[in-house]
């Protein structure tokens, strides 16, 4: 019998730490690593920063066991917390092309350490506030109709990460929603008039 192993691979251009799975070491893009060296399977799928991930398509989670190869590919676009249960796997492998049709596109990931006004080119922003509170001020929601963008807080800092709305457009009915939580990740999306978290 193999031995099972829970690896995970980095999708992304960018250097990558499971925050709450704090023995694992930062990941290189394209690198793979058996979580089960670092952390048990109930540590793995109790974390919350690694179901974000996976949500958001950072992550690729590769299980193996009895020499069976399984992937499951967590890139539907949301960032809701979504639980990793064994029964989740399933006996196929998705290409690249397939998790592109799922998400529309690869995810373009940036890092800002100023007030910043996200774009058309901008989809994953990941906020640096180690030196002061950082505005985010999201796009007009009538240009930016059916857009989303996911905000995420990196530092540990207590400075604040603002998230504010184009003129009299809101967030959640809010005119400001505000963190300054590391690691939490917030999916903003337009109806065509104003941006709400989902």
């Known amino acids: 019998m193999a031995r099972e192993t829970w690896t995970v691979k980095n999708q992304t251009k960018k250097n990558l730490s ?110 640096d506030a180690s030196s002061r509170d950082i505005t985010i001020t999201l796009p007009s929601a009538v240009e930016f109709n059916n857009r989303t963008f996911y905000i995420k807080k990196i530092d540990s800092s207590l400075n604040n990460v603002i998230i504010d709305g184009e003129d009299d457009e809101t967030i959640d009915e809010n005119d400001t929603i505000t963190t300054n939580v590391q690691y939490l990740c917030l999916q903003v999306a337009s109806d065509g008039a104003n941006w709400w978290i989902i």
Request: no cysteine.
């Open 18 to 127: 499971i925050g709450d799975l704090s023995l694992v070491p930062v990941m290189r893009p394209g690198m793979q690593m058996n979580l089960l060296k670092f952390a048990t399977k109930t540590e793995i799928n109790q974390s919350v920063n690694l179901k974000q991930m996976l949500d958001v398509g950072w992550l690729k989670l590769i299980k193996i066991k009895d020499k069976v190869k399984t992937t499951l590919s967590q890139a539907r676009g949301n960032t809701g917390v979504h639980s990793i249960e064994e029964n989740e796997l399933r006996d196929f492998t998705y290409t690249k092309e397939e998790i592109d049709d799922l998400t529309g596109s690869v995810l373009e990931i940036f890092v800002v350490t100023n007030d910043y006004i996200p774009g058309d080119d901008d989809q994953v922003i990941l906020v």
